[in-house]
């Protein structure tokens, strides 16, 4: 195809969804050496990720976005290093999310609840909810290019992953790790389930700090208590003081009255009590509250449970029983007002915990739950990542990681949801428990107990959604079964994810597939940061802020965005996104086929064949270098991570070197036609075709359209416009380049050419100055000693970039005085004297020096401190060497531009 029959600007709306059909219909997205090919050579070591199963609600958004560019980048990395590559992708049924989503469905559309509806039909509905839901959620991962086996997809729900999460609920509690018991949790009195602490998010609101007296059983004296939930009072079993606290000293051990119930309570001492907060005495209410839960434990104390599942006022609470709890807030808080128990009240700052999803206030409650014993599995998970092999990136993370690890606390398995998987354990007529991993072996289990069969009754809970998650890297690949896919793909090599939940999810996924596989799950750990709004403000639906991925990609393309977050990011950290970088990335991929488009043509106007061979000019040695030397960087910088360093030299090399002035000379060269013509089209389907292939990662659709182009171009031209392996069916599956050895020569043609552009750049700058049109030729004089002989061979390219008449180009070693009505410049060795000085102020040549000698001789100051700092005994000699150079040019910079200062006194 050539540029003229290419439309102007690339059109990602007619591309992205061909290119992609294309992809999977070719097969491109399955991995090489599949265990299940008869040839399959299990020696060879794989690269797998599972992808983070999204949830079956909503629509995808920017964590989404981040997280699929991401592992979409090392997935193609590895598949164009011809590394068998697997990406497990898959959905998850997320409880709470689905389930509350559910119930507001029927509750709007059938006006009945999720109780009258019945659990076997509510549970039916949830399964078309995820029918229509899932599939949306897979289109939508599709849009944004994830190259992933969609025949190896998985859903945490399906028949396989089921099997997985009983065996392992099994095995769990056949050891002893799972058991059931009350203990304090976080209570959603709307959803009326516990949920995790990942499902609690806190906000700062304006509330009430309530003082008042505790009174002492027989006793005119009070102990003073502040409290910010006075309805908690009702389950007061303490008042705790400071030990070495004298105010208190004489009422520990005496009994206080609980205020409205007059229930008797003891005075205690607990170093727990800060003597400088408040009034430096607690009410303790082991019932709700954690802290005090603890201190309850301490001290033997009996727990009090006030509140139903709906956050009411129980049996418990006296005269309130019954009232909503903060209405018997009020109602108690006035009773206590007129018993004269009242000290104060003021404003006072509250962190609030409300649900994730139905948003109501958590209450901490005592509820009999499901719990796993965690230590047991957190010795190994930590012995993983503290031996090396585990790598979490970035590393600073590590240290979160170690520190969550030693605090931690036995896990809440259990949630009060129909949607989920349901808990494996049957109860007999006298309460007792059968773990099974189904009802019949679960008879079997109650008949052997009893000598005979028994009606049993399954567990109505479901497991925490982070259960199953947990399991994720071995059972998509088929455990607890010894499948030929987890033989193979098991370990996986990356999680990649956000660092949000690498406490809640990670650390689980490690702590179980120790437990369960023996093995790692995977050995490296990448966490992505928050994608904020342009302000540095989380996005949300309050704030009116959130940036739709989809809508995005429909205005801009895929590429657009992709490129954005890609290299806007780097590990750990957050961004913020503006949709004017999105538009600037847009602007690159019209680059990227504009450059394509003037490549094609030059290809179309280069002859075939060439009766000579013509030596490469400096120009072509030069991107030729610089294009092995990007090469070389962006594969170190991917393996390290650094995708976002990577991506922005790509970017700097294909526009600011290889577009904005290889091709500007390309152009000069192809049309001397012949020898030069035939050579310049060989490096420029060399550097084209691997700026490709490095883009590939970062804009997948425009580099695979162009590609394609550019191969059926070159392969109409000359053999020799053929890469040396030959050209691949598709970029998505070509071979990654790889940086050559530097030969010697690399270093002086990057500095010649380096210099050229210095100068180009200098005339370029002082004609836009000047406003001097490009289309107005004019002369130039350049004086170098050093490099008077390069500048020659170069006359034709620095002319035409330049805007100078050809003929009235001087290049000369030396001089004996400035050229009248000359303005003098300076770039690096070389004096640049044009005839502008019409056009000069005085003052204002004097002022531009001025400013050029202050710049130059920072960059002197900044090298003389790096030089003479420990860097130049730790850093590699060639690298020292280079600051060396530069250190030197700035300096002869500095003199000849104070020269020119002279000149003008």
């Known amino acids: 195809m050539t540029e003229q029959s290419l439309p102007k600007n690339y059109d990602f709306s007619s591309t992205e969804e061909r290119l992609y059909d294309w992809w999977e219909e070719q097969g491109y997205f399955k991995p090489t050496n599949d265990p299940k ?39 193609r990395y590895n598949r164009m290093k011809g590394v068998p590559t697997l990406w497990v992708p898959g959905t998850d049924h997320a409880s709470i999310a689905t389930q509350l989503q559910v119930e507001k469905h029927i509750l709007h559309t059938e006006e009945i609840t999720r109780e009258e509806m019945g659990r076997e039909e509510f549970l039916r509905r949830s399964w078309e909810w995820r029918e229509e839901y899932g599939r949306m959620i897979v289109e939508q991962t599709r849009r944004l290019g994830a190259s992933c086996d969609w025949e190896r997809e998985r859903f945490t729900m399906d028949a396989g992953l089921s099997k997985a999460v009983n065996e392992a609920f099994v095995r769990l509690y056949e050891k002893g790790l799972i058991y059931r018991g009350p203990r304090l949790i976080n209570w959603s009195p709307g959803l009326k389930t516990a949920v995790s602490d990942l499902e609690v998010e806190y906000s700062e609101e304006p509330g009430k700090m309530y003082h008042f007296k505790y009174m002492l059983k027989d006793s005119e004296d009070f102990i003073p208590v502040a409290t910010t939930r006075p309805e908690t009072i009702l389950g007061d079993t303490a008042v705790a003081v400071h030990p070495d606290d004298e105010r208190y000293a004489e009422f520990v051990g005496k009994t206080a009255l609980v205020p409205i119930l007059n229930r008797e309570i003891p005075v205690i001492a607990d170093e727990y009590v800060d003597r400088e907060f408040g009034t430096g005495a607690l009410k303790i209410t082991p019932g709700h509250d954690p802290n005090d839960y603890e201190i309850g434990a301490r001290h033997k104390l009996h727990t009090i449970s006030i509140m139903d599942e709906e956050a009411n006022i129980n049996e418990h609470g006296g005269p309130y029983e019954g009232m909503e709890r903060f209405a018997a807030r009020e109602k108690m808080w ?63 993370f590590t240290k979160t990681y170690f520190h969550w690890l030693e605090n931690i606390q036995d896990w809440c398995i259990s949630r009060q949801l129909w949607w989920g998987h349901r808990i494996p354990v049957w109860y007999g007529p006298d309460g007792t428990q059968f773990c099974a991993h189904d009802e019949a072996e679960a008879q079997e289990k109650a008949k052997a107990h009893f000598g005979d069969a028994v009606e049993l009754v399954q567990d109505p809970d479901a497991l925490d959604t982070w259960f199953s998650s947990g399991l994720w890297p071995f059972s998509t690949l088929g455990w607890p079964d010894e499948t030929p896919d987890l033989n193979y793909f098991y370990p996986t090599a990356v999680m990649e994810t956000g660092y949000d ?39 949300s639906k309050t704030l009116d802020n959130v940036v739709d991925p989809l809508s995005l990609m429909d205005e801009y393309g895929t590429d657009a965005l992709r490129f954005t977050l890609l290299t806007g990011s780097t590990p750990g950290n957050d961004m913020n996104l503006s949709v004017e970088k999105i538009e600037a990335n847009r602007n690159f991929a019209n680059k990227i086929w504009n450059a394509g488009r003037l490549v094609l043509s030059l290809l179309e106007r280069a002859p075939k064949e060439a009766n000579e061979d013509a030596e490469w000019t400096l120009a072509d040695s030069w991107i030729y270098a610089r294009c092995n030397q990007v090469t070389g960087d962006v594969s170190r910088l991917i393996d390290r991570y650094q995708f976002g360093e990577a991506g ?91 940086a050559e050895e530097e030969q010697g020569w690399e270093a002086d043609t990057i500095h010649d050419f380096e210099l050229l552009r210095e100068v180009v750049r200098s005339i370029r700058n002082l004609r836009a100055e000047k406003d001097v049109k490009h289309s107005q030729k004019i002369g130039a004089t350049l004086v170098s000693a050093e490099a008077a002989e390069m500048l020659e061979g170069q006359a034709a390219s620095i002319a035409a970039l330049a805007g100078v ?57 900044r090298l003389e401190k790096l030089l003479g700092s420990d860097f130049a005994k730790k850093a590699p000699a060639q690298v020292v060497e280079k600051e060396q150079a530069k250190l030197l040019d700035y300096k002869e910079t500095a003199q000849r531009i104070q020269a020119q200062l002279d000149d003008l006194k």
């Open 37 to 75: 090919d008869e040839d399959h050579d299990p020696s060879i070591k794989p690269f797998v990720i599972s992808m983070p199963p999204p949830n079956i609600t909503g629509r995808l958004h920017m964590g989404h976005a981040i997280t699929t560019f991401t592992e979409d980048l090392m997935i």
């Open 501 to 539: 939940i690498l406490f809640f999810w990670v650390v689980r996924m490690i702590m179980l597939g120790l437990e369960f596989t023996g093995e790692i799950p995977f050995d490296t750990v990448y966490l992505h940061g928050l994608i904020r709004a342009e302000d540095g403000r989380k996005m």
């Open 334 to 396: 006035t009773d206590m007002y007129n018993a004269e128990l009242v000290i104060k009240e003021e404003p006072h700052t509250l962190n609030v915990p409300r649900a994730q999803r139905g948003g109501e206030i958590i209450e901490p409650m005592i509820s009999t739950q499901w719990f796993m014993k965690i230590q047991p599995l957190a010795d190994p998970a930590m012995e993983a990542v503290h031996s090396g092999q585990i790598k979490i990136v970035p590393e600073r």
């Open 805 to 861: 008449a050809p003929d009235s180009l001087h290049i000369k070693s030396s001089i004996e005085a400035k050229p009248e009505g000359s303005i003098a410049l300076v770039a690096g060795p070389v004096e640049i004297y044009l005839p502008l000085a019409e056009l000069v102020d005085a003052a204002e040549e004097r002022s531009r020096l001025e400013k050029d000698l202050a710049e130059t001789r920072s960059h002197i100051q």
């Open 648 to 738: 922005r030299q790509i970017y700097d090399f294909f526009w600011n070197e290889f577009a904005d002035w290889y091709l500007e000379i390309a152009k000069l060269q192809v049309t001397e036609g012949g020898a030069r013509a035939l050579k310049t089209t060989q490096v420029l389907v060399r550097v084209m075709d691997t700026s490709l292939r490095l883009l590939h990662l970062y804009t997948p659709f425009i580099s695979e359209e162009m590609w394609g182009h550019l191969k059926t171009a070159a392969q109409a031209g000359h053999a020799s416009l053929a890469p040396t392996q030959g050209w691949e069916d598709a970029l998505i599956i070509a071979q990654w380049p790889q």
